[in-house]
């Protein structure tokens, strides 16, 4: 049956100014912070020690794995890679590694093993009630250093939030410590567990990172491997973090089209920060973008479409990128109490291409004559993004944006697909 449509309206390219000062050479900066922070007094000849990497992709990943690698190898040790990402990649071992692979992270690109597993290694309960793990090969190794990006979570942007101490309790803790945080309130277990684990641990450093809105390492610190330091480090620096926190600057939409969801971009998939929170919580709609539509899914995702329920319409080839089995593990483990997060997960309506899930989605938002339209390639590139003829009238006065294309129709393929 033919879904009723509405025409795309045609659309300009705009530049939104974003802060662009950044670190220049990553791996250099990282390396000598480290062996500044007193590194080599902490390891021994020959030591193994485990480096945690997550699946969110840091801006500067490898180079920030890289120079944490020279400076554990200049002070005698051996640096292990640890995939630290909860139950993300299906939550196996394989699964792990792969994600890490597509990052760009592999023996090769980092002079470094990888090693990965979904072993645990109880610490005890903490005060949440919450059972603290620690990844059993990092367990085993002589010494670990954290690395963690802070920066505001999808789900909560105030005091703690995504960081080193979220690392230690959801990276580390692996799926069986990421589902004991989640299912005792996961921000009440970031503030406790972190003090069972990094009590009970060999938790030498935590390398914390700050990026800009374009994802280049704008700040990097490197502090002690204690509760009280990796807390201080994730308050301070989320006000850092929030000075190049980039959003789109409207606050009503028809359709918002989103070219790509995934877990590399946001943990929802796409930000709650940028689309709205209330498409989770159900509060006032603000922004008030009436209608998503998401047309693919990160090949970093490793097939995890977690935060698609927060679209309104997607599209086949979504689908096709799409592993239900893998989205449900991290679905199920990211459980909370008196949380509504199964809105996560449920498929909105696929149509067959991007120009159909765009224009069944516009008629749907029952948009005046002047509908109102934007599109972003995803929540966390919004230096440039598409607008109609109303949004762009609007921006005019916005001193931070420029027109770097007039209004053009779209370009669909033969298939009706943007790219």
Not at 67 to 73: E, K, N, P, R, T
Not at 93 to 112: D, K, M, Y
Not at 237 to 242: E, H, P, Q, T
Not at 301 to 320: P, Y
Request: hydrophobic share 40%; net charge negative.
């Amino acid at each position: 049956m033919a879904l009723p449509r509405r025409p795309i309206p045609e659309l300009a390219l705009v530049k939104q100014r974003l802060r662009t000062d950044h670190i220049e050479d990553v791996r250099a900066e990282t390396r000598a912070k480290l062996m500044a922070a007193g590194l080599q007094s902490k390891i021994r000849k020959g030591a193994r020690i485990a480096l945690t990497a997550g699946s969110r992709g840091i801006g500067g990943f490898v180079e920030l794995l890289n120079g944490i690698c020279d400076a554990i190898a200049e002070c005698g040790g051996e640096p292990i890679i640890v995939p630290a990402m909860g139950s993300h990649g299906g939550a196996t071992p394989e699964g792990q590694t792969e994600i890490l692979r597509r990052l760009g992270v592999n023996e090769r690109s980092v002079r470094a093993p990888v090693r990965s597993s979904m072993e645990t290694v109880p610490l005890g309960e903490c005060e949440t009630g919450a059972d603290a793990h620690l990844d059993k090969i990092a367990a085993e190794c002589d010494g670990i250093v954290v690395l963690g990006r802070v920066k505001t979570h999808p789900e909560n942007a105030q005091r703690i939030a995504s960081g080193l101490l979220k690392m230690v309790t959801v990276g580390l803790g692996k799926q069986a410590g990421a589902q004991e945080a989640h299912s005792h309130g996961l921000w009440e277990s970031v503030e406790k567990v972190p003090e069972l684990t990094l009590a009970r641990s060999k938790v030498l450093f935590g390398v914390a990172v700050v990026e800009n809105a374009f994802r280049r390492p704008v700040a990097i610190e490197v502090v002690p491997g204690s509760y009280d330091a990796f807390r201080d480090a994730d308050i301070r620096l989320l006000d850092v973090a929030k000075e190049h926190f980039a959003r789109i600057p409207l606050q009503q939409l028809d359709l918002l089209v989103v070219d790509q969801l995934g877990k590399n971009v946001s943990g929802t998939g796409m930000d709650l920060n940028v689309i709205g929170s209330w498409r989770l919580t159900g509060k006032k709609p603000e922004p008030d973008f009436r209608r998503i539509a998401v047309l693919s899914l990160t090949h970093e995702s490793l097939g995890n479409g977690l935060g698609i329920g927060l679209a309104d319409f997607t599209t086949k080839r979504f689908l096709q990128e799409y592993d239900p089995a893998v989205t449900y593990v991290n679905l199920m483990t990211a459980t909370e109490p008196g949380a509504m997060n199964t809105r996560e997960g449920p498929l909105p309506l696929a149509l067959d291409s991007d120009r159909a899930a765009m224009e069944v989605a516009l008629f749907s938002s029952l948009a005046g004559v002047q509908p109102r339209v934007c599109r972003i390639k995803n929540s966390a590139s919004l230096d440039e993004f598409w607008v109609s003829a109303p949004v762009l009238e609007e921006l005019e006065t916005n001193a931070d944006i420029t027109v770097l294309e007039p209004p053009r129709e779209a370009q669909f393929d033969a298939n009706g697909n943007l790219f």
